[in-house]
């Protein structure tokens, strides 16, 4: 048996485990998936200690992303460029680092959307904003707008993106992203704002039915970007299908094999609707 891993600070609201588990149970798989919590101070020994233990594979969340890439002896290609990793996978002399979160996107997103794509407006600018505008730069899209609390790290994201990849990127202020939305075609969520605060900067007169809108928080109750997508008739897709298709990838690199997405979605749809709370 093979022990996989979910490392975070805090890791409770992790829903990793079960999806995971119930992957690798539906497989017949022997292996085995749990959640460590790790401060931050701690991680890179918690990394050296797993991988002396014989871990075969670790998803990295929240706040380990990029620290985890430091400590990665060698990157795939999206997570050099987005300079964070959230999987982990065991090699002989270390850990080698992927971004998952790029391919969640892009098969977020891929179904529905027809031709080129000409404005998407994201809002955060951390290791989720930075995968998902890698993803839009692999699907062609003309132009990516940065709306962040704080300015200057949206610029250093803008910056990294201009100078990799030639991304054309422009920076705004969250206050600014209600009226940016109107002008998108795609609006994404990367900030937690809907789960602990209850809030979006965007509301139902901001969208119309021709919006797809891509939350990257998961609730068991509609977030108020939810409520704002439905009331327009816009196109929402919710965070859970986000971590199911960038655990599916996680789960290919670990084991090999395709997990059953279906089966993954309902094991964190009823998960999440147990735990009785958002987030
Ligand atoms: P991160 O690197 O810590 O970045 C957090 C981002 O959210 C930053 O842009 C931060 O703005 C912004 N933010 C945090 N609190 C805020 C507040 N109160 N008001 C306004 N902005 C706020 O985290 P991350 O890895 O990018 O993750 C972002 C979110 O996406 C998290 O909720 C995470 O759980 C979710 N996520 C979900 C999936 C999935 O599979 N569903 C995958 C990845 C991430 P500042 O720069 O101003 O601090």
Known sequence: MALLAVI???????????????????????????????HPETLQKTLKTLHKLGFKGLNITIPHKEAAAREAVK???????????????????????YNTDVEGVERCLSPHVEGRLNRVL???????AAAALYA???????????????????????KRFRDKVGLNVRVIGLEEASREARSVEIVINATPLGITYHESMIG????????????????????????????????YIDGVKMLVEQGARAFK????VEPDRALMERAVRS??????VPG
Do not use: C
């Not at 600070?9 to 919590?37: D, F, K, Q, W």
């Not at 964070?84 to 680092?97: E, I, K, M, P, S």
């Not at 994201?122 to 989720?128: D, E, F, K």
């Not at 839009?136 to 803008?158: C, D, F, P, T």
């Open 122 to 128: 994201v809002l955060g600018a951390g290791g989720a």
């Open 253 to 256: 690199i670990f084991h090999g």
């Open 8 to 38: 975070g600070y805090p890791i409770s609201h992790s829903a990793s485990p079960v999806m995971h588990n119930a992957a690798l149970r539906a497989l017949g798989l022997p292996n085995r998936y749990i959640a460590i919590e790790s």
């Open 136 to 158: 839009l730069w692999r699907m062609g899209v003309e132009k990516v707008i940065v709306a962040n609390r704080s300015r200057e790290r949206a610029e250093v994201l803008a």
């Open 204 to 235: 139902p007169e901001d969208l119309t039915k021709h919006h797809i809108v891509l939350d990257m928080v998961y609730s068991n109750l509609p977030t108020p970007l939810q409520r704002a997508a439905i009331s327009t008739d816009a196109l």
């Open 75 to 97: 990157l795939s290609e999206e997570a050099e460029a987005i300079g964070a990793v959230n999987t982990l996978q065991r090699l002989d002399d270390g850990w080698v680092g």
């Open 271 to 276: 998960w999440l609707a147990r735990r009785g």
